[in-house]
């Protein structure tokens, strides 16, 4: 259960590093595909768990571009996985009024996967309750360097860059910014992912595996989440005592 804090405070966005699908399968004697099958379900049940909470925005990563890095096999098994979730999920999201928006280049993923991935933007276009965003072939380094190509494409002027200029070019332009940034599997690393957006994002770690990430876990992070201050560089107004 979330708990219901004073000012009940949880998060718009909520980004996550979903990582441990590995070890999870290794501790099992299974081949690392089973861990990524169970990462999967995983992901159906967070999807399903912030929807309920009515979390604005969720964003997911589920392929960096360093993952090309990984066995061709291990790879393969990922994309049918890819295709299996949208073609059960698509439904299920223009049910639930969710929008899929995928940020990162997926023009060097393979057709089936391209075609479905536009296909199910286009059936959840709609979605109004929550915007799901799967980072897919994502670098939050290319990314940045995207944006800058783009401004110069739209002929702004030097005068024209700012913050807000910038984050306008970036894959999720229009959305805040994630209030929470959690990672899986006790690694404590950004791994490329949401750096620019993730200037004031409070992190949450654990060492917990992806596969085991249930809604419990996310009531875990919300209540750590609820339980910060933050001051985004300012000083705290009515500090505690011992602050
Ligand atoms: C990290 O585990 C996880 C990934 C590389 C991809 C995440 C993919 C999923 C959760 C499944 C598919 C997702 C969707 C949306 C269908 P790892 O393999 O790096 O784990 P390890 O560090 O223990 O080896």
């Given at each position: 259960m979330v708990e219901d804090t004073e000012n009940n405070k949880l998060p718009r966005h909520i980004a996550i590093i979903m990582d441990g699908n590995g070890r999870w399968?290794?501790?099992?004697?299974?081949?690392?595909?089973?861990?990524?099958?169970?990462?999967?379900?995983?992901?159906?049940?967070?999807?399903?768990?912030?929807?309920?909470?009515?979390?604005?925005?969720?964003?997911?990563?589920?392929?960096?571009?360093?993952?090309?890095?990984?066995?061709k096999n291990e790879i393969a098994a990922l994309f049918r996985l890819l295709l299996e979730f949208l073609n059960v999920e698509t439904p299920l999201m223009v049910e639930n009024d969710i929008r899929l928006n995928v940020i990162g280049d997926i023009t060097a993923l393979p057709a089936p996967q391209r075609a479905a991935l536009r296909h199910s933007m286009s059936r959840t276009g709609k979605g109004r309750q929550m915007v799901l965003n799967l980072a897919i072939n994502y670098g939050g380094r290319t990314e940045i360097a995207r944006a800058v190509k783009n401004i110069l494409l739209a002929n702004l002027t030097a005068d024209d860059i700012t913050e807000q200029s910038i984050s306008d070019h970036l894959?999720?332009?229009?959305?805040?910014?994630?209030?929470?940034?959690?990672?899986?599997?006790?690694?404590?690393?950004?791994?490329?992912?949401?750096?620019?957006?993730?200037?004031?994002?409070?992190?949450?770690?654990?060492?917990?595996?992806?596969?085991?990430?249930?809604?419990?876990?996310?009531?875990?992070a919300l209540n750590a989440y609820a339980a910060r201050s933050r001051r985004f560089g300012r000083i705290e107004e009515n500090p505690k005592e011992g602050d």
């Open positions: 399968a290794a501790r099992r004697g299974l081949p690392r595909s089973e861990g990524h099958k169970a990462g999967a379900a995983a992901v159906r049940d967070i999807v399903t768990h912030c929807r309920r909470l009515g979390i604005g925005y969720l964003t997911l990563y589920a392929f960096s571009s360093e993952n090309w890095n990984r066995p894959y999720t332009a229009g959305q805040p910014d994630p209030d929470l940034l959690i990672r899986t599997s006790g690694e404590l690393r950004l791994s490329n992912f949401l750096l620019y957006q993730c200037a004031y994002s409070e992190l949450y770690f654990t060492e917990t595996l992806w596969p085991d990430f249930d809604s419990n876990e996310l009531d875990r």
